[in-house]
């Protein structure tokens, strides 16, 4: 690529979470958690269209078999953690950033981007079982 174009450090530099949506990415990251299917996550009883539209909206739905209420981001590696960089340590990972460029874009620790690969290599095995 010529010149005029913007590289990976002048990304690495700049490019910080607070520059991202936190509602958008959390649709976005739903979208790759879930793989498309939507469950309660009490119960695995599979959502009726009109709650499975809601809870990849990340709205509250409430499970027609057990009771409970809940959203995309329950018992999720989104719940209590910031999506933006979750959606951030992705993107970059996806993109071939090194650990050391993600825990500085990103703004977690190195250990933190570990504890990421390991569960993302978690939700992965999942899926070839
Ligand atoms: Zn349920």
Do not use: W
């Amino acid at each position: 690529m010529g010149g005029n174009y913007l590289d990976r450090k002048a990304i690495a530099k700049i490019f910080r979470c607070e520059h991202l949506d936190q509602e958008k990415c959390t649709v976005e990251m739903l979208k790759i958690l879930h793989d498309n299917k939507a469950v309660c996550p009490h119960c695995k009883n599979q959502l009726e269209e009109h709650k499975r539209k809601r809870f990849f909206e990340n709205r509250m739905v409430n499970c027609s078999t057990c009771g409970k209420i809940f959203n995309g981001v329950s018992k999720t590696i989104l719940s209590k953690r910031n999506p933006a960089k979750i959606f951030l340590y992705c993107f970059l990972k996806g993109n071939g950033f090194s650990r050391t460029e993600i825990a500085e874009i990103a703004g977690v620790s190195y250990p933190t981007i570990k504890h990421f690969d390991d569960l993302f290599d978690f939700l992965e095995t999942k899926d070839r079982e």
